[in-house]
């Protein structure tokens, strides 16, 4: 594995990222390449590079993992901004630069999500036409759920409130830095905080099973606005031409992966080919690192991209 940051010409700041190699790697052969995107408040650390992107080099992929712009040890300030837009333009200067690499075939390029990553990786593939397949894992759409549990069912009280803070900190006032999860299960336990996305969420990222120093869990309430307004599927009747395949567990939660995962998968008519992976008895958060999900997972997405990106 190697760390790289990544400065192309037309970037303001650099994108941390791991390259992983298959075994046996050979730097004078051209090799398909899959980018891993990270969860919402997480890292290359987590799932994504240690968990996906790990298990896929070791199947014959290079696998380019990366922190998402103002997060991790990704450049961007101010710190711990959850741009829509924003994360979608990471994948394509991940592959800018991945082309500019002599041991990557251009046209072998695929994409993996996990969790709200799942619903970027879609997004991006509805425009990036050098993403040749996509597969997205619990993947939320995160829009959907600033609009609905994360703002309290009160999109327009939320935006107001953004509104008046951005007004405040643009004055000089405090940044509002919003913790996005208990401290740990037994404090999610103290305050009741038991529904099964929100306790398997501070289970992952609030203990040693999952804590990385990069997977903040935190984010900038007051530049959050737009995301309100964002739409992962938008057109993807349309636009979402390539293969993709949609894995989700059918243990559902209050994140609502279970059900953007049906969604997508019902509206990507266009898909030259569209699989549904429905894992009975796992969990959005299992999908996460739990052996016999992911394993099941990976057991459908690993001759997935070998098919697609063939040479």
């Known amino acids: 594995m190697q760390s790289i940051q990544i400065q192309n ?15 046996d790697f050979d730097e004078t052969r051209t090799y398909p390449l ?11 650390e987590q799932t994504s590079g240690a968990i996906y992107g790990k298990a896929l080099a070791e199947q014959g992929f290079v696998v380019i993992a990366y922190d998402a712009s103002f997060q991790g040890e990704s450049g961007g300030s101010p710190r711990w901004i959850e741009d829509p837009t924003q994360r979608v333009e990471d994948v ?11 041991y990557v075939d251009e046209d072998r390029i695929g994409v ?14 509805l425009t990036e036409k050098r993403i040749k397949a996509v597969v997205s894992v619990t993947g939320v759409n995160v829009g959907r759920l600033f609009r609905e ?8 009280g939320a935006l107001g409130a953004m509104a008046a803070q951005r007004t405040k ?6 940044l509002q830095v919003n913790e996005l999860l208990p401290a740990s299960p037994a404090v999610a336990t103290q305050n009741g905080l038991t529904e099964r996305d929100v306790f398997e969420a501070t289970d992952y990222y609030k203990t040693p099973r999952g804590q990385q120093p990069g997977g903040a869990t935190r984010m900038l309430f007051s530049h959050a606005q737009k995301t309100l307004a964002w739409d992962a599927f938008a057109f993807a009747e349309t636009l979402l031409t390539q293969p993709v395949m949609v894995v989700i567990g059918q243990k559902v939660g209050a994140f609502g992966a279970f059900r953007d995962g049906m969604e997508i998968y019902g509206r990507a008519t266009a898909s030259k080919d569209r699989q549904l992976v429905s894992l009975e008895g796992w969990s959005h958060y299992d999908l996460y690192d739990k052996p016999e999900p992911v394993g099941r997972a990976l057991e459908k997405a690993v001759p997935f991209f070998r098919h697609h990106l063939r040479e």
Request: proline share 9%; aromatic share 10%.
């Open 9 to 23: 010409a037309d970037m303001a700041w650099p994108i941390a990222a791991t390259i992983q190699y298959p075994p």
């Open 34 to 44: 899959i980018v891993s995107i990270h969860p919402f408040g997480s890292c290359k």
């Open 92 to 102: 394509s200067r991940v592959i800018d630069h991945a082309v500019t690499l002599p």
């Open 112 to 125: 993996i999500g996990i969790c709200g990553g799942g619903g970027y990786a879609i997004n991006a593939t």
């Open 149 to 156: 549990g994360f703002s309290q069912y009160d999109p327009l």
């Open 169 to 174: 900190e643009a004055r000089g006032g405090d």
